[in-house]
């Protein structure tokens, strides 16, 4: 997590419709996605504040929340559903700790400058955007969710949320349309999702996956490829292969001491050519609204261009608070 500044205000006009404004500002120095090998300074691009959230909403209890201005797209966050405990360190975005490390040889060369960012993506939607948003209101634990965002985007959402007494359940699932970004992301849509179950004896459970569609990628892409196959004489696809990821996380909280629960988890990941395990410890701190976070997590990447990357490796520990 970035160190934030948050202003969240609200006011009821009635009993039935609230209208409130959300300000979030965010400050890095050296942060975790950012770091590399051999840096000789701060790696963080920007020594400034940014903006996450400069939004206002109106909420009905009958009708849902509208929300206007810069905040989360419909789609922001179906990818990181996560009841485990441990998502401070580790969630579906498993480039988010050490995501600017690069892919070295046996050697110590660098890999034509490739970095875990370049090679994982956990496929969370549109992130956040100048937009307008709604959401339904809650019916059984699901609410449906719709914007549209600057350069033409849009999304949709589906999320469950609800308490059964001995099992949590919450998950999402999104669609995204890329707008006329698609020409130079490469991409049209995104579809992920994610589900998270949190057993009442502590035990956790959470998968996450995504994929893009590459369908309409450019009609160059056609073109070569109807040529390659009347070179090779093979009927099969050659189009360029849409991505896909995976991850999955195993999880356990418990009361080991008395100043709060205690979480662990273990989880593994995947895409193309692309591994990475690992392994998290969070002790929380209620009176303090702290979490102490230890976390391994190993990357590994195979090409089948003859070259065999070595594996990279990250520790990492800290603490959070927030309150």
Known sequence: SSTRIIIDAKHALNADVTVGGQFEVEHQSNASNNVY??????ATSVNAFAERKLELYFDSKTLGRLWLGQGDTASNGTSEVDLSGT??????????????LRWRNADGSELDGLRIYDVTDNF???????????????????????????????????????????????????????????ESKGYDSIFNGSISALFDFGLSLTFAGGTTDFSSFSDLTDVLDDVVN???????????????????????????????????SIEYGAGDEYMTYGASLVQKIDKASTELFLHYQGFQLDRDTGVDPEDIFIVMGGARVKF
Not at 87 to 98: F, I, K, L, P, Q
Not at 136 to 149: D, I, K, R, V
């Open 230 to 264: 009347d070179i090779t004489d093979d009927n099969a696809e050659s189009n360029r292969d849409e991505p896909i990821s995976y991850w999955g996380k195993l999880g356990y909280q418990f009361s080991a001491l008395p100043v709060g629960k205690t979480a662990v």
């Open 124 to 182: 969370d939607g549109l992130s956040r955007d100048d937009r307008i948003r709604y959401d339904t209101p809650n019916l059984a634990g699901f609410m449906l969710s719709a914007s549209a965002s600057t350069a033409e985007k849009y999304d949709v959402a589906l999320r469950y949320d609800n308490d059964f007494g001995f099992m949590k359940l919450a998950g999402a699932i999104s669609y995204a349309d890329m707008g006329t970004l698609a």
């Open 87 to 100: 998502s401070v360190v580790s969630y579906s975005e498993t480039g988010s700790a050490g995501g600017n």
């Open 37 to 42: 090998i051999g840096q000789t300074g701060d």
